[in-house]
């Protein structure tokens, strides 16, 4: 990418990135269509949030499969932001809760389709270093627009429940900035692809996806429960958890800002150190007497926490070959998924072998399990011939 066109391929990437934080949206108006439907159980009003997450991981497979190969990036970032925005607007023109849970099942395949397309074709389009620094300013403009789907959302919501909705209509501008500038990496040739070991999907990528599911599972009953941690320890109100939420986005932020530079240094390494952050994360939040460290604690395993899928996005473009960057970096995103669905009954398996049912044990349990998916994780590194990302 050279001249001026370099800017505007940057930026029709970065659009992909910022649509990906889509899927949290309609969150802050949770209670608000609650109250709109009164007849409705307030866990079937909560699908609405938690739907789009089950259609995405079919849309991100599928993503995978045709990307590069089968149909274009951008074609395929094209459909997924048309959907984004159709699906995304129609709930304020619906009054009927079926209609917007069918019109929220269509988003989260157009957040999976988006999910694919910006990892994977940064991993596509560059090499070495700059695709860590692509992929860390991709990841905290992610980070960035989350906060300000939040931010506009709350004023939103004061107006009226379905309001809300037309924030989807960013997409516009990504569309525009996809069709004008997005780049389109190189097709690569069948005699090409089939030149080498890395023409397949390696055992490697499922090592490395688990290892994305398993994070996710882990923190995730932090997500949803620090609510709990912060008014039961009687730290503060549910707005004080609410913005340790916030922190959590922030730690997020900043350490997608050095994550080029930092897998430079540690390279194999790094996602020990993604780990290790989590842990002294977790621990402060465990260990916390006040609000003020609950937000120190969610600041460091935001840092930790939101540099697992830039590393093990970097990971599988080492094990893969191109054309297959697309499908295996689908896995990571699929698995991550999977696992925020599977949490409560982790919760729940917690909960069944110790007898305590506690969301800050089930915090110093994953504390535990981090510890030891580190260590055995950092041993096969660094004792194995052949490391994992190097399994066939």
Known sequence: MNGKNKYLSFAAIYAVFFLTSGLGIVNPAIQSIAEAFPDLPLTTIMMISTLPSLFLIPATIITGALAGDKVKFKTLAVIGIIVFII???APAFLNNFSGILVSRAFIGIGVGIAFTISSSIVLRLFEGPQQGN???VGNVISSLANVLFALVAGVLVSISWNSIFY???VGVVALILVILGLPEP???TKTSSESGPKGKISIGVYILASLAGISMLLVYPLMTGISTIVVTKEFG???AAGLALSFLTVGGMIGNSFFGKLHQKLKKFTLTFDFIVVIIGLAVVYY???????YIGMVIIGIGFMLVV???MMDIGSIVSPERIPLASSFVIAFMNIGAFLSPYYIN????????????FVIFASLVLFIVMAVVYTIIQMFQKKSIKSYE
């Open 288 to 294: 916390a007497f006040n609000i003020i460290v609950i």
């Open 349 to 360: 398996l917690i909960g069944s072998i110790t007898g305590v049912v506690d969301v800050n």
């Open 167 to 169: 924030i989807h209509l």
């Open 237 to 239: 109100t549910a707005a």
């Open 87 to 89: 699906a995304g607007v």
């Open 186 to 188: 190189e097709k690569i």
């Open 310 to 312: 830039p590393t093990l």
């Open 134 to 136: 692509i992929l860390g």
